[in-house]
């Protein structure tokens, strides 16, 4: 069966070859990585619940398929890794189902196997008639001297951004939990969503590759910002891990993400 599933640590890699494929995704069930699978025509689509998390946002884009009638499943987070998708399909306990897939036989308590199978034996590939949602970056006003950013995801980030602080939606876990390229610029801080830890502390592995960088890195809780949403986590999160390279700034857990943007702006 595996075969027959296509396997991707990232909705941000989703090409041509998805097309009219069930797919095994390691990125997180909002609306952002469902709107990558839904133009991609996807047939159906498994991915990560990130511990389901603040106004349901780990979860919120599974059930946004159902609308356009895809079929799409997310794992706990306790089950899988976030960010790889072989551990998503071969790991996954299914938490949450659409009603497209749900009519199709999967359930909460599948494994992502189970549920693969039965999307692969009764889904037809969905229309490709999909409205328009994009992400955002939007500038933080600040009394600093340092730009600050909130990204819907990490995969906004640009070269300009060197040296800046960015507050993304992304989760830190690595792609297939290997270093990657997901942040190829230098950036003052980063922070991101804890998407609830989950398996083997999956979410915070970014932290200590970036430690290695000399980049001051946290995560908020899940709980607490809207995973996806870069402005959420400026606005609502509460630190729940931090680097290295932060502490060294001062930066703790349980300080808002708002007081460390403060306290970062002013640095040298």
Not at 21 to 40: D, M, Y
Not at 168 to 179: K, N, Q, V, W, Y
Not at 194 to 222: C, E, M
Request: hydrophobic share 45%; charged share 20%.
């Amino acid at each position: 069966m595996d075969d027959d599933v296509l396997v991707v640590d990232s909705a941000t890699r989703l090409d041509a070859s998805a097309r009219g494929r069930v797919v095994a995704c390691g990125s997180h069930g909002g609306l952002f990585p469902a709107w990558l699978a839904a133009k991609a025509c996807v047939r159906g689509v498994i991915l990560h619940d990130a511990g389901i998390g603040r106004h349901s946002s780990g979860i919120s884009g599974v059930l946004w398929l159902g609308g356009l009638g895809i079929a799409a499943c997310a794992v706990d987070y306790r089950s899988a890794c976030i960010g790889d998708g072989r551990d998503v399909l071969q790991a996954g306990v299914v938490s949450t189902v659409n009603e497209a897939a749900a009519a199709r036989g999967c359930l909460p308590g599948h494994s992502a196997r189970q549920a693969a199978q039965c999307l692969l034996e009764s889904t037809e590939p969905a229309a490709c008639d999909v409205p328009e949602i994009g992400e955002t970056r939007r500038a933080i006003r600040n009394s600093g001297h340092r730009a600050v950013w909130a990204l819907d995801s990490v995969s906004l980030v640009k070269g300009e951004d060197a040296r800046s602080i960015v507050l993304t939606g992304s989760h830190a876990g690595l792609l297939a939990g290997r270093p990657d390229h997901m942040l190829p610029v230098d950036v003052f801080a980063a922070f991101f969503n804890d998407s609830g830890g989950g398996k083997d502390d999956a979410g915070f592995r970014r932290l200590p590759v970036l430690d290695a960088r000399g980049v001051a890195a946290g995560t908020v809780s899940h709980l607490t910002a809207r995973i996806g949403d870069g402005l959420s986590t400026y606005e609502t999160g509460v630190l729940s891990r931090v680097n290295q390279a932060a502490a060294r700034l001062d930066i703790k857990v349980g300080m808002s993400a708002r007081e460390a943007v403060a306290r970062l702006v002013g640095l040298g």
